[in-house]
């Protein structure tokens, strides 16, 4: 392909030298990429400063508003002038101290970098100041903040340290500006700057918060340990699992004396620290924390080591949390290769790497050749207990204890154990009464067992009568940094309703009453309960969204329908609703897909939701496996995001957004549907109906009542409107059958 549109030049062009304004906003866009780059620079600094205590504030994702301060050596006002100007440090003076370098900073362009594309202003004090001073600085140099104004600096109060405020990042740089993704994403990518740094440097206390917001999202002790870090940071479930790995090349085993090659006096001096989670670790991607000689880096090569490593021990898709720490000494490690120095080279890089690697397969293969596993076994009247892996008890008294060990070829071998312990004296238990027993079983008939089938095809085989395995699968909660779903999922906790928690945690499916009214029958104890389990699933599968919110599996839909034309089924049914809000039909629709479609990369990165190019909706987000939603209330749900779904702020946006998408997953039929009742009121009874969705009646029965049981958190709003009804009692109808 021939290009056009250039002329053609009569001879070679003009070499020209750059304008020095302009040579400095592109080096500027080399170092400071996003409001996470800039934030990474300026905790660097704060840590040359031997600072103990780093404060961070954030607004709209560190665009508007990024603001950091210490509480180390400052900054003298001597030095303020030449701040911001390129290359300006404090750390060397010639090239050979690269060889020694031992601070973060060498170069001196972070600062002047950010004076370039925002407004920066600086407060700093040193101990030996009577008060502190501030500075204003546009395109590396002091400015006045006023029109006609002084540019130096001036004294004002403070502490001790110093305290950057970059405001309106990019402001001059409108196509990096619009190349960002949303405020709450940069501000996750903050939070994981900030998480990563606090991890590695436990002796400095880390706070972040957004600008007024009343407490902090991340907050760290100082004079802290990194496992109470990790704990603190990535959840006690990274830190109960791990295990803390040392080595150095003091331990490598010296080469023979008699082969070629390097001797080790020859190898460079380094030692490495680590905590990796062990074998009962699982998570669906690696999280690695890599610091070289203190410096946040990334290296593909480290990377594929640890996963080869997980990959003969963990299951297959799963990873693990590791943190990993690297000394070497400074005149072996090259830091000047990258711009934003995020990537190093050192000596022996394989050599180095394989020690670290083959170290962290050995501790984690020897703590996970013996594992317990948990059973339980069902006996009719029996009492659990014996505690974990121990099963029933033999006539003399012996336990059985069930342990798992690898081979030699890397495969799990059960082995039964027999423990000898002193029989205990059997208790003497009263005799129940018969309204007092609990008659349930597993085995006992359903409502559905009760009726005819008509046709035979449509009755489950005695395989799908089995609850899926998949659907039991334990759903961990994903692993976020925003303190909108944190604030959420805390939120679910607090209203949680005790009583109605002890039901539906306990209950035994009796069966459905009525699909098209939701309502279905369990047991609880000696009591019988008619629930609505159209609300329970509506709130299971809101609880479940915000459970998995940013991991979700995705449904693919093949071929992807347009959003438009689903759009314009949903709003057609309801036209003169449409009408009523002042807008016309096809207007409306253009409305909503274009709020969809203008969203589309959050939807696909935090909802599992890919709209492509064409504006075709390619996936959908799976909630529960083994549960399939209605398809038909698609339309329904992408006319509803449109409207329901409060864009403009962040927490209020995720909590009804999701709550959209567990309306669409909830069973039943469609809202125009539900009004309509069944022209014969004991059709709804009988499950041998050619119009009963059998299938969702065996969701609902095999899957969604089983997910219920083990995930949903009810809250008190739940027994409002009769969601939640006693309709009998087994005492109450013995004295009835006494007055008999």
């Known amino acids: 392909m021939s290009r056009s549109g250039s002329p053609v030049p009569e001879g070679p062009r003009t070499i020209h030298r750059l304008e020095e304004a302009l040579v400095n906003r592109i080096a500027a866009g080399e170092i400071i990429h996003r409001p996470a780059s800039a934030l990474k620079e300026l905790l660097e600094n704060a840590l040359d400063a031997r600072s103990t205590q780093i404060r961070v504030i954030v607004k709209d994702g560190g665009l508007k508003l990024l603001q950091i301060a210490d509480n180390g050596s400052g900054i003298r ?94 402001y001059n740089t409108t196509t990096r500006l619009s190349a960002l993704r949303s405020s709450s994403d940069e501000y996750a990518r903050i939070l994981d ?70 001797g080790l006096d020859d190898d460079p001096d380094w030692e490495a620290e680590a905590y990796a989670t062990n074998a009962n670790y699982h998570a669906k991607k690696i999280t690695l924390l890599l610091f070289i000689n203190h410096r946040l880096v990334d290296s593909m090569r480290v990377k594929r080591a640890i996963e080869g490593v ?124 018969p309204q007092h027993k609990i008659r349930t079983s597993m085995m006992d008939q359903t409502l559905d067992s009760m009726f005819a089938v008509k046709d035979p095809s449509h009755m489950p085989s ?107 089924l949903a709003v057609d049914s309801d036209a003169e609703a449409v009408l009523a809000s002042g807008l016309e039909p096809d207007a409306a629709v253009e409305i909503i897909a274009s709020i969809l479609t203008s969203r589309s990369e959050m939807l696909e990165e935090y909802f ?5 190019r064409k504006g075709e909706l390619e996936t959908l987000p799976l909630l529960l496996k083994g549960y399939t939603p209605n398809l038909d209330r698609l339309p329904l749900l992408l006319m509803r995001l449109g409207p329901e779904v409060d864009w403009s702020t962040e927490g209020p946006c995720f909590e009804t957004f999701l709550r959209e998408l567990a309306y669409f997953y909830q069973p039943g039929p469609l809202n125009f549907e539900s009004n309509v009742p069944p022209s014969n009121p004991e059709s709804s009874l009988d499950p041998s109906l050619p119009g009963e969705d059998k299938s969702s009646r065996w969701q609902v029965q095999h899957v969604l009542f089983p997910a219920i049981r083990k995930y949903l958190v009810p809250h008190k709003r739940m027994l409002e409107d009769d969601n939640a009804v006693q309709v009998a009692n087994l005492p109450d109808l013995y004295r009835v059958f006494e007055r008999c």
Request: hydrophobic letters at 35%; glycine letters at 8%; charged letters at 25%.
């Open 608 to 612: 599992a939701m890919k709209i492509n």
């Open 462 to 568: 005695a395989e799908d009568a089995t609850p899926s395995s998949r659907s039991r699968e334990d759903i961990p909660d994903s692993q976020c940094a925003l303190s909108s779903i944190k604030d959420l999922r805390d939120g679910v906790i607090k209203r949680r309703h005790g009583g109605l928690a002890d039901i539906l945690a306990n209950h035994i499916f009796v069966g459905i009453v009525d699909m098209r009214l939701g309502v279905s029958l369990v047991q609880h104890s000696t009591k019988l309960y008619l629930l609505n389990h159209g609300v329970l699933a509506e709130e299971l599968f809101y609880q479940l969204a915000l459970r998995q919110f940013g991991d979700f599996v995705q449904i693919k839909l093949h071929p992807p329908p347009p959003i438009r034309l689903l759009i314009k």
């Open 77 to 170: 006002k001597g030095d303020l002038p030449i701040l911001c100007e390129r290359f300006t440090t404090s750390k060397i003076s010639e090239y050979s101290d690269l060889l020694s370098l031992a601070t973060y900073g060498f170069r001196g362009e972070a600062l002047a970098s950010i004076s370039h594309v925002a407004h920066l202003s600086i407060v700093t004090k040193t101990k030996s100041d009577s008060c502190a001073w501030k500075a204003f600085y546009a395109d590396g140099s002091l400015t006045s903040p006023k029109p006609g104004g002084s540019s130096d600096p001036r004294p004002c109060a403070g502490n001790n340290g110093t305290t950057i405020t970059v405001e309106d990042l990019f």
């Open 310 to 433: 997980y990959s003969t021990i963990l299951p297959k898709g799963s990873s693990p949390f590791v943190y990993l720490s690297i000394l070497i000494a400074a005149n072996q490690v090259d830091v000047n290769v990258h711009p934003t120095k995020r990537e190093v080279h050192f000596m022996n890089e394989e050599e180095i790497i394989s020690a670290i690697a083959d170290t962290i397969q050995q501790k984690v293969a020897l703590q996970g050749e013996s594992r317990t596993f948990e059973y339980q076994t069902l006996l009719t009247g029996g009492v659990a207990g014996g505690g974990p892996s121990a099963g029933p008890p033999h006539e003399d008294g012996s336990k059985n204890k069930w342990n798992a060990r690898t081979d030699d070829d890397g495969d799990e071998i059960m082995e039964n154990e027999i423990v000898d312990e002193e029989p205990s004296p059997v208790p003497v238990v009263k005799k129940p009464l």
């Open 193 to 262: 700057v900030i998480t990563r740094y606090a991890v590695h440097n436990p002796t400095v206390s880390f706070t972040c918060k957004k600008e007024g917001s009343r407490g902090p999202e991340i907050s760290t002790p100082s004079n802290s340990s990194t496992p109470i870090n990790i704990k603190l940071l990535y959840g006690a479930s990274v830190e109960r699992e791990l295990l803390h790995i040392s080595t150095s090349s003091k331990v490598k085993e010296a080469p023979d004396a008699s082969k070629k090659g390097k």
